[in-house]
T-cell receptor, first 110, second 119 residues
Framework: QSALTQPASVSGSPGQSIAISCTGT?????????VSWYQHHPGNAPKLLIS???KRPSGVSSRFSGSKFGNTATLNIYGLQAEDEAAYYC??????????FGSGTKVTVL | QITLEESGPSLVKPARTLTLTCTFS??????????VGWIRQPPGEALEWLAL?????????SPSLKNRLTVTKDTSKNQVVLIMTNMDPADTATYYC???FGYGGFDSWGQGTRVTVSS
């Protein structure tokens, strides 16, 4: 069960849109649509942004959007804001009630 | 409102056993579909899923750590306990517990507890 692959860093200017990919295998992302995304500011608890690949929990900004195709899930952040500067992690269901997190992506707002 | 709080030792010697407690409120492990997971983050590294315990006492572990992990629950006390044996300096990390319901993600997290493994 290896970590899902994410780009180490993504950057963008305020107002721009960015995309963060999360690539897995046929055993996790390829088999289930149960992928979630988390925002993690240093020193804080991670925050759920997206669940079940595309569902945004109540209270999460509509600037965050999730999608999935095959073995790859994607988190889009629209209208980038300074407060979006954080680490982002995907997490996939790997069957049998086990999970695997991604390698993490550091988002920098230029 | 769901809250979770991790507690346990901040310093553990190598080869010893770590016991962490997650005390929660705002939900019950009597409720069908509810689970509590454990996740850790070593300094400068990514999040790593460790274990999950469900309302029906089903328990799941990371394949790479399952020989060292045990998770239990005390439903009446609203607590979940994680035990990790044979601690190593590589286990130095912030350990989080988190709530999950059904097929959703981990929607509420504790603030985490920092554990250092050192002699």
């Amino acid at each position: 069960q290896s970590a899902l692959t994410q780009p180490a860093s993504v950057s963008g200017s305020p107002g721009q849109s960015i995309a963060i990919s999360c690539t897995g295998t046929s055993s996790d992302l390829g088999s289930y649509d149960l992928v979630s995304w988390y925002q993690h500011h240093p020193g804080n608890a991670p925050k759920l942004l997206i669940s079940e690949a595309t569902k945004r929990p109540s209270g999460v900004s509509s600037r965050f959007s999730g999608s999935k195709f095959g073995n790859t899930a994607t988190l889009n952040i629209y209208g980038l804001q300074a407060e979006d500067e954080a680490a982002y992690y995907c997490c996939a269901y790997a069957g049998d009630n086990t999970f695997v997190f991604g390698s993490g992506t550091k988002v920098t707002v230029l | 409102q769901i809250t979770l709080e991790e507690s346990g030792p901040s310093l553990v010697k190598p080869a010893r056993t770590l016991t962490l407690t997650c005390t929660f409120s705002g939900f019950s492990l009597y409720t069908s579909g509810v689970g509590v997971g454990w996740i850790r983050q070593p300094p400068g590294e990514a999040l790593e899923w460790l274990a999950l315990i469900l309302w029906d006492d089903d328990k799941r572990y990371s394949p790479s750590l399952k020989n060292r992990l045990t998770v239990t629950k005390d439903t009446s006390k609203n607590q979940v306990v994680l035990i990790m044996t044979n601690m190593d300096p590589a286990d130095t990390a912030t350990y989080y517990c988190a709530h999950r319901f059904g097929y959703g993600g981990f929607d509420s997290w504790g603030q985490g507890t920092r554990v250092t493994v050192s002699s």
